[in-house]
């Protein structure tokens, strides 16, 4: 290929790389790896919590209310009963003194009870007869606090039952407690009111176990059904990343080889540049061009040549340190980007390197393939600190020990042999 067409290919590449603002000359892209975005999966887990957070709320406030109900319906139904029972019940709220067998009456219709006090109040709120006044077996009498006066006072200004389940932790006493105030009429007028302690230890319990099962329910279909769309979706994400990071592989990598591409090598070169202007030193640009490649392909077919430029990309690699790069440039050409640089020593000991991997035979097919290339040489800085101008002259090296023969190396600014004509290598 003549030098001025190389040269323009490496000029468009190089404006292509600074186009898109460069690349990090240490970074390695890996085909189909990454890490999908997972702020949507955060989404959808978060949005799970907060559903399973809003139903234990909803659970809790409904067992809660539940119980009350059960308290409501204990003292309702306590009061109904003690009517039947006690005989002239309504006698005692309105004389406000209570007779020995209506004690007796009392005490047996509550002794087989949820109920474990039971207080008589008069129209006004003041108690008549309270605790162990009326069943022996009461625990002893509490002290009562604002929420069993406002209690008290609701039932008595609206004539409506009233009921709050409460913690207790006084001796004697049920863990919890159902408070219920239940107005007393007769003929539309307010007699008094029967306040009724109920244990409810039980209920709470039950309901707590149902809640408890039904949170375990919810939560395993919650969680089930937002797995299998989830983990779908996880799937596809990673294919999309895959895809993606697929992509921007082969935008900076030969898709043969899988050696840095044009694009990517001139990014390269301008950091290597950069980094020798900046710490000192120098680096080598080698350009490589197979010899006789042509005859691979009309000979052993494209397959085999294909195979032949892998081997020789393999063995360019295994040339060099990690930290230098090799690339393809396209068809049967090769880079090679060396820095920093210890000196000339160091760069013909590589130049030796890639020699000897090279002379070693290929295997294609059942047979076998000699490689050899001929490589063109241009130093930085003392040749040009410029990578467009760099490859310009690493390139013209090339095409004079193209015109010298196969297998030979040609630094920029060595003299020709006599007899040869010398190409431009340009400004």
């Not at 408890?212 to 919650?222: G, R, S």
């Not at 892998?310 to 090799?326: G, P, Q, Y």
């Amino acid at each position: 290929m003549p030098p001025d067409s190389r040269t323009r290919g490496a000029a468009v590449a190089f404006a292509s790389a600074r186009s898109i603002g460069g690349l990090d000359a240490g970074r390695t892209w890996r085909r189909g790896r990454a890490r999908p975005d997972r702020r949507l999966l955060l989404s959808a887990l978060l949005s799970l919590l907060v559903i399973i957070a809003t139903g234990l709320g909803l659970g809790w406030l409904l067992a809660q209310k539940l119980v009350e109900q059960d308290a409501r319906f204990v003292g309702a139904s306590t009061a109904d009963f003690l009517k039947k029972m006690v005989p002239a019940l309504e006698t005692i709220l309105e004389t406000r003194t209570i007779e020995p067998a209506q004690r007796a009456a009392l005490e047996v219709a509550l002794a087989r009870s949820r109920v474990v006090s039971v207080a008589l109040l008069a129209a006004d709120g003041k108690p008549i007869a309270r605790g162990r006044e009326i069943l022996p077996t009461a625990p002893p009498a509490r002290a009562e606090d604002e929420t069993m006066r406002a209690l008290l006072a609701r039932a008595l200004a609206t004539r409506t039952i009233q009921a709050v389940v409460l913690p207790v932790r006084e001796p004697g006493w049920p863990q919890h407690v159902g408070e219920t105030f239940v107005p007393l009429e007769r003929t539309g007028r307010l007699i008094g009111v029967l306040h009724v302690s109920i244990d409810l230890c039980d209920k709470i319990r039950a309901y707590r176990h149902v809640l408890l099962w039904a949170i375990v329910v919810v939560t395993a279909l919650c969680t089930l059904a937002a797995l299998v769309p989830g983990w779908l979706l996880w799937r596809r994400l990673q294919e999309l990343a895959a895809a993606e990071a697929e992509s921007r592989y082969l935008a900076f990598h030969d898709a043969l080889t899988e050696l840095p591409n044009r694009l990517l090598f001139q990014d390269r070169l301008a950091q290597a540049i950069a980094r020798v202007k900046r710490e000192g030193g120098s680096g080598a640009l080698l350009i490589l061009d197979l010899d006789d490649f042509k005859r691979v392909n009309d000979v052993f077919g494209h397959a085999a040549g294909d195979e032949l430029l892998r081997a020789v990309a393999r063995r360019l690699a295994a040339s060099v340190r990690a930290t230098d790069t090799v690339a393809r440039l396209g068809g049967d050409e090769f880079a090679i980007l060396l820095a920093p640089l210890a000196g000339a020593a160091a760069l013909e000991t590589v130049l030796a390197r890639i020699r000897t991997e090279l002379a070693a035979p290929v295997r294609i097919d059942g047979s076998t393939v000699a490689a050899s290339a001929t490589i063109g040489v241009a130093v930085f800085p003392e040749d040009g600190d410029e990578p467009d101008r760099l490859v310009r002259l690493a390139d013209a090296a090339l095409y004079r020990g193209k015109a010298l023969g196969p297998g030979r190396t040609v630094h920029h600014g060595e003299a020709d042999p006599p007899g040869r004509p010398r190409a431009p290598s340009g400004p």
